[in-house]
């Protein structure tokens, strides 16, 4: 990674930006930086992020290829030093006792501190950061903001689309995307924030307009050991104080109870908050609201007056999000009218609540839905819209927490009538033994429920036994264009794989 435009920094930048060096002297300029050992140049600094261990393999491929200055973590100090000692090199070496956040403040330092010359709005919560993220990009794109994305499904930094290769990109990636859309010409960027991100201190460095906060349930256990600890990630950033020490405007759902938490410990903090919910005691809240299967149109309260919505997007919880991208909004002094006309424009958000046969005589929706509150969530809002039967489709993923599959089990048996358990990406796990798991949650409810491991035999056996006035859910994974199996990615989208089986590809007949 070179600066914008190419530009060395040289020893003035190095004292001020970095800590001072423990072995050698600084070189004279650097040519670059990164922290990814394959994409070291010559005259580049490398920043060695490691946890307990790092892979000596790294560093030395980082010499190989030429850095000239170290930046590594304090602890690993004696080891580096010891290496460089037995190859022989003079390569100067400082150290941090907090490298990832280091990577972060270094990074917006590089490229000039991009995020300060934009509208940041950060979004977390265990539910709701995509179509929150994509709410909030269309009112700022309807108030003349040119406004990237950065999130899940994809990144748009100004110069096109691209796959997103995580919810939140590391430190200096990060930094980089922001300078390079400060300098395709973008004025804001709208961006999921997930907790990985807050504990791993990737969005160090970071000037935030605002931040807001959606909710939070049982996800992602089996990185952050407890509930707790997930809570206190997710919390950072609606703490957050930016670089140049003044702090974003602050949204919170009041209805959820995470969310009541944050807003009575923002209570005389001098922040900026904006609650929102269903109860009229917040100041933002429905007045009166029709939610149907082709969107909600109604009038929200905000403080000084009201704004009237009329969206695509169905079901309370996307009411929820709707309310939280207004609260951004107001923080951005965006107008009401401009507010109406972005949530307006947003036809739908890819594979979140999005119905793959607009028209036909049952519904079959795909959504992202991979937490017991998300699939609860998508039931109950589907529940009141649909005359018939629910069907839903789903599994649990492979690797990951594995404390939420009767959980899901519970939840799916409770609000659908059939429930067709299959795989969702695996990963190297059995996919027969996490059904096992999810199993017990369905057969506790005593709803029927068939097993097939196939996904899209799965999927094919929910279509065919869907009858006029039925919903398909087919839910877990979303806008996804795969599935992992073991540790190979094979191409899989749910979404035409339900219009493989509506158009009769497929097929599958339930005994």
């Not at 748009?156 to 980089?176: K, M, N, R, S």
């Not at 009229?280 to 009166?288: D, K, L, Q, V, Y």
């Not at 006035?469 to 992992?484: F, M, N, T, W």
Request: net charge neutral.
């Amino acid at each position: 990674m070179t600066s914008e435009g190419g530009v060395k920094r040289g020893r003035e930048w190095m004292g001020r930006c970095l800590p001072p060096p423990v072995l050698g002297h600084l070189p004279e300029s650097l040519s670059g930086l990164t922290d990814d050992s394959r994409a070291v140049g010559p005259g580049n600094l490398f920043i060695l992020r490691c946890g307990a261990t790092y892979n000596d393999l790294h560093l030395r491929e980082a010499v190989d290829r030429g850095a000239t200055l170290l930046l590594v973590p304090d602890r690993h100090l004696p080891s580096v030093a010891h290496r460089l000692g037995e190859w022989g090199s003079d390569i100067p070496v400082c150290a941090t006792p907090h490298i990832q956040e280091a990577a972060g403040v270094i990074g917006s330092a590089w490229w000039d501190h991009p995020s300060r010359a934009m509208s940041i709005v950060g979004v977390t919560g265990t539910n709701g950061k995509t179509t929150s993220s994509f709410l909030t990009r269309g009112i700022l794109e309807a108030s003349g903001k040119r406004t990237g994305l950065i999130g899940t499904v994809w990144f748009d930094l100004g110069d096109g689309l691209v796959e997103a290769p995580q919810t939140t990109p590391g430190a200096l990636f990060l930094q980089e995307s922001f300078a390079r859309a400060r300098a395709n010409g973008l004025e804001a960027i709208s961006m999921e924030v997930s907790s990985h991100a807050l504990d791993q201190e990737r969005v160090a460095g970071t000037c935030f307009t605002a931040v807001h906060f959606t909710n939070l349930t049982r996800d992602h256990l089996d990185y952050h050991k407890t509930f707790e600890d997930y809570f206190l990630a997710k919390s950072r950033l609606i703490h957050w104080t930016n670089p140049d020490g003044s702090q974003p405007g602050v949204v919170v759902n009041g209805d959820d109870p995470y969310g009541k938490r944050l807003l009575s410990s923002l209570r005389g903090s001098g922040r900026k908050v904006l609650s929102y919910g269903h109860d009229r005691s917040f100041e933002i809240h429905p007045e009166e609201v029709r939610i149907s299967l082709d969107g909600i149109e109604g009038t929200i309260k905000v403080p000084g007056g009201k704004i009237r919505i009329a969206s695509s997007l169905p079901g309370d919880f996307n009411l929820q999000n709707i309310m939280g991208a207004i609260g951004c909004a107001l923080h951005l002094e965006i107008p009401a009218s401009m507010i109406e006309a972005g949530i307006r424009t947003l036809a739908g958000v890819p594979g979140r609540f999005e119905r793959v046969n607009p028209g036909g005589e049952f519904a079959v929706i795909v959504d992202y839905a991979h937490t017991d509150d998300a699939l609860r969530n998508i039931l109950s809002a589907l529940r009141p819209l649909t005359t018939g039967r629910i069907i839903t489709v789903f599994g649990c993923g492979g690797d990951r927490d594995r404390g939420k599959r009767p959980r899901m089990g519970k939840v799916a048996g409770l609000l659908s009538d059939l429930v067709i358990l299959t795989s969702d990406n695996p990963r190297t796990e059995d996919p027969g033994a996490i059904m096992d798991e999810v199993e017990p949650g369905i057969r506790e409810t005593g709803k029927s429920f068939v097993r097939e491991a196939d996904r899209k035999r799965a999927i094919g056996l929910a279509i065919s036994a869907a009858r006029p006035g039925d919903a398909v859910l087919i839910a877990g994974k979303g806008h996804e264009p795969y599935q992992i199996l073991g540790k190979t990615k094979t191409s899989f989208d749910d979404r035409l794989v339900a219009r493989e089986c509506l158009m009769g590809e497929s097929s599958g007949a339930l005994s």
